[in-house]
Nanobody, 127 residues
Framework: QLQASGGGTVQAGGSLTLSCETS????????IGWFRRAPGKEREGVSW????????EYANWVKGRFTISTDNAKNTVYLQMNSLKPEDTAVYYC??????????????????????WGNGTLVTVSS
């Protein structure tokens, strides 16, 4: 139901755009989050977006480098990543919280509220 793509290898300072295609959800009102897991580290939240209300939030460390967006006609969420750093190297996952905009948890950057997870896509940033 979630298919992430767009990972690859890029030099520091470069850009990548990740895509997450969703399918099979009975409601159009859900939240899509991006998470990542770097080698030897725990999974951490990157950003999320509400599919219907367009609300967004970013992790503090993103600092304006990443932009999340959605194309509802294509059922696809994008994560545009600019000014990539070697420490951004990780497997990136997209996930869906089906609770809808009215049922969001107080911390949507935490993996807890997400009940559907896609495959990961590897991003490698070389120095």
């Amino acid at each position: 139901q979630l298919q992430a793509s767009g990972g690859g290898t890029v030099q520091a300072g470069g850009s990548l755009t990740l895509s997450c295609e969703t399918s099979g959800f009975t409601s159009d009102d859900y939240t899509i989050g991006w998470f990542r897991r770097a080698p030897g580290k725990e999974r951490e939240g990157v950003s999320w977006i509400g599919r219907t209300d367009g609300a967004t939030e970013y992790a503090n460390w993103v600092k304006g480098r990443f932009t999340i967006s959605t194309d509802n006609a294509k059922n696809t969420v994008y994560l545009q990543m600019n000014s990539l750093k070697p420490e951004d190297t990780a497997v990136y996952y997209c996930a869906v919280d089906s609770a809808g905009s009215g049922g969001r948890w107080y911390d949507q950057l935490h993996p807890r509220p997400y009940d559907y997870w896609g495959n990961g896509t590897l991003v490698t940033v070389s120095s």
